[in-house]
């Protein structure tokens, strides 16, 4: 296999892995493309926040709908 034989099927590969994760992320709930996009220790300080002002996790999905 030649070099260029291989970072073609390297690249389909990438692309494939891609469209796996694009088609995926269409079936993320507003909570998992929360968790997936957002850095944990922010999350999980605004929780504890929320929890300590009366509010819930899942608040922010009901108003977001």
């Known amino acids: 296999m030649s070099l ?25 709930s507003p909570r998992e493309r929360r968790i997936s996009e957002g850095d944990m220790e922010g999350m999980q300080a605004d929780e504890q926040t929320g929890l300590r002002f009366g509010e819930t996790a899942d608040e922010p999905e009901r108003l977001a709908e």
Not at 4 to 28: I, N, P, T, V
């Open 4 to 28: 260029f034989g291989w970072l073609k099927g390297l690249r389909k590969r990438e692309e494939d892995a891609a469209l796996r994760r694009a088609a995926d992320e269409q079936l993320e």
